[in-house]
């Protein structure tokens, strides 16, 4: 169905609007970003086309677009208008979003001080999986892991009336956790992917790729074929939070493919997964996208896992630029923090890549890794100007992103803090020196002192919800975190960088991720062993 957008929003395909007088719960899809982000997000579309499948329940998609009002896609509906208000929160800087969005609809940010008269707010995602604690004080329910197994019980406890037998009965459901009763809580998650629901029809705006509404990708049908990572690198949130990798067989997705772009029009692919490379038949599923005159998008490739065949399948696809994550230079520091990739892997696969016509190659990298040194900072321009060297000479044809290591939470590495400021930006300064003079590499930086903010909001207990509040009560901009701190008299950086204590509990420590606190010990010891971290 195609409906005009009836304020700022684009006119979409597969837009689904009620009556809300035929239904018993009122959902609003909240993202808080921009709608180009949130569209871009498998999960807001599998989310809108599971609960709008049911005919008790109307869900209207509502985002945080900048001097515009907080009113929902479908319906024009303010947040205090619905009976629940459920967030996808894919990063931390997104929780003060969230906290602003309550804020901007007259909704007490704070859940000690909802009644009922306003919605419930239940959250999930990869951030709050790993640690709700930073927005307990916030929303009322968390979601921890995958929310496919358990969303008609939440649909039932939704119905159930008054907001304290609402908790009371969300609290009593296998993976969701209700900050108010503090019970350990078990990752629920999805057993078999080809038994789990996919987002068939995707709502696509329809807008040119030059539109600010444009989600990421453009155009395109989201198709998830894996699920987890399988490598266990020790700073890698998925890695050890979704656990066991799963995949979708091809004969389900070609399923799911044919139905899909029968209904969303759309004449390109993005293959979803964190390891989607891992596929046990990847290269017979980007055959199949591509012998059907599709364009295909792989976001990330695994540089062991690209043949000539993948290679040219992309390039016959339409992508211009393949991605690796070498994480460093260093093949000493990539045993360090497990990645399970040699330089040498990454200069095949660079090469096969420049022969198979890519023209572009985009490079993922951190530093103040544990046990990291000059050398391994010089490294990565090294890496790259031997990648640049086999024939990679265009300007800017290399491109590098450079992140701090942030610690997450059920990880090896959760007990690392964040490496001093200036050791930080002494590393960049030198990336640039070294890089400065060869017109062949573009180098972009994540901002430090957004690194630290994260890092704060990764690794703190429930003492964050009042800064993300104060910091969205005055903007939510740097400038913001830097008045609050000053206001509350606290130090974010303080707790960033600040290495956790071995036997001492953890914020997170009753949550269960499906990894014991054991495990992730013996590896975090294990990266101090290689790397003779002091």
């Not at 358990?150 to 037998?165: H, Y």
């Not at 040219?312 to 070498?326: C, M, R, S, W």
């Amino acid at each position: 169905m195609i409906i005009l957008g009836l304020s700022m929003y684009p006119k979409e395909i597969n837009v689904v609007k009620k009556d809300w007088r035929t239904v018993s719960v009122r959902f609003g899809l909240c993202y808080p970003s921009f709608y180009r982000v949130g569209m871009s997000c498998l999960a807001v579309h599998l989310l809108y086309e599971i609960l709008n499948s049911r005919g008790d329940v109307a869900c209207e998609r509502i985002f945080l677009e900048p001097d515009s009002s907080l009113l929902s896609v479908e319906s024009r509906q303010p947040l205090s208008k619905f009976d629940v208000l459920g967030f996808s929160l894919q990063y931390e800087l997104d929780y003060v979003n969230l906290a602003r969005m309550l804020l901007n609809s007259g909704i007490p940010p704070m859940a000690s001080e909802r009644g009922d008269g306003h919605p419930i707010l239940i959250a999930g995602g990869p951030a709050v999986t790993a640690n709700p604690e930073p927005i307990a004080p916030i929303v009322d329910a968390v979601v921890i892991g995958e929310v496919e197994p358990i969303i008609d019980d939440l649909i039932s406890a939704f119905q159930c009336g008054g907001r304290e037998r609402v908790l009371e009965e969300l609290a009593d459901i296998k993976g969701v956790y209700v900050p108010k009763f503090s019970k350990p809580v078990r990752r629920v998650w999805a057993s078999s992917l080809d038994e789990a629901p996919h987002a068939i029809s995707q709502v696509i705006p329809q807008v040119s790729a030059d539109s600010p509404f444009s989600p990421i990708f453009g155009r395109a049908f989201l198709l998830e074929v894996t699920r987890g990572c399988r490598w266990g690198c020790r700073f890698c949130l998925e890695g050890y939070n979704y656990l066991p990798m799963r995949e979708r067989s091809i004969e389900v997705i070609e399923g799911i493919l044919s139905e899909g772009l029968r209904r969303t029009f759309t004449d390109k692919v993005v293959v979803i997964g964190s390891a989607a490379f891992d596929h046990s038949r990847f290269e017979n599923l980007c055959e199949l996208i591509v012998s059907s005159g599709l364009n295909i998008s792989v976001p990330s490739m695994r540089a062991s896992a690209l043949t000539e065949r993948l290679a040219a399948l992309l390039v016959k696809g339409g992508q211009k630029t393949i991605t690796f994550a070498p994480e460093t230079g260093s093949d000493h520091l990539r045993r360090v923090v497990c990645k399970k990739l040699s330089t040498e892997e990454i200069l095949d696969a660079a090469k096969i890549a420049l022969n198979c016509g890519f023209k572009h190659v985009k490079l993922y990298f951190m530093i103040g890794l544990p046990g990291e040194s000059l050398d391994d900072v010089e490294s990565i321009v090294g890496l790259a100007k031997r990648i640049a060297d086999l024939g990679f000479s265009a300007r800017k044809s290399v491109r590098l992103t450079v992140s701090p290591f942030i610690p997450k939470a059920h990880t090896p590495f959760q007990w690392f803090g964040l490496e001093s400021l200036d050791s930080l930006r002494s590393k960049v300064k030198l990336l640039r020196k070294l890089a400065a003079r060869d017109p062949r590499i573009e180098l972009r930086f994540m901002r430090i002192r957004e690194a630290v903010i994260q890092a704060f909001l990764s690794t703190s207990g429930r003492e964050a919800a009042p800064i993300i509040v104060r910091v969205a009560e005055l903007g939510g901009s740097l400038a913001a975190w830097r008045r609050a701190e000053k206001e509350l008299g606290v130090s974010i950086e303080e707790v960033a960088l600040a290495s956790k204590e071995l036997d001492r509990p953890l914020p997170w420590d009753h949550i269960d991720v499906g990894v014991t606190r054991d495990f992730l010990l013996k590896r975090y010891c294990s990266a101090k062993d290689v790397a003779d971290v002091r």
